[in-house]
Nanobody, 122 residues
Framework: QVQLIESGGGSVQAGDSLRISCASN????????MGWFRQVPGKGREFVAA????????DYGDSVQGRFFISKDNTKNTIYLQMNNLKPEDTALYLC???????????????WGQGTQVTVSS
């Protein structure tokens, strides 16, 4: 079954870096495209990044392009989001997600973790 468990969130200062993780299992990692979304109370979920099953291709939302980097460790069935030059507007609950789409650019993710909170202060 699909398993997505986020960790690594916390409170940081603007300009800091942080890496969050999403641990899954072999079933999830080999069968699903995985990625990250973020959600602010009162707003819908915003696409952040996605990575192909092999880890060879990535996609990013416009708001994080050039600052955030997604990666995958296939030996651990884990994806990471390296967040650099964090801004207060990056404050959100970051959710790990998965879908069964073949295309990396299909953003209709239908499996979700519980999320890890990232708070960026000025």
């Amino acid at each position: 079954q699909v398993q997505l468990i986020e960790s690594g969130g916390g409170s940081v200062q603007a300009g800091d870096s942080l890496r969050i993780s999403c641990a899954s299992n072999a079933y999830t990692s080999t069968r699903y495209t995985m990625g990250w979304f973020r959600q602010v109370p009162g707003k819908g979920r915003e696409f952040v990044a996605a990575i192909s099953r092999s880890g060879g291709s990535t996609d990013y939302g416009d708001s994080v392009q050039g600052r955030f980097f997604i990666s995958k460790d296939n030996t651990k069935n884990t994806i990471y989001l390296q967040m650099n030059n964090l801004k207060p507007e990056d404050t959100a609950l970051y959710l790990c997600a998965a879908n069964a789409a073949i295309s990396l650019f299909d953003r209709n993710f239908n499996y979700w973790g519980q999320g890890t909170q990232v708070t960026v202060s000025s």
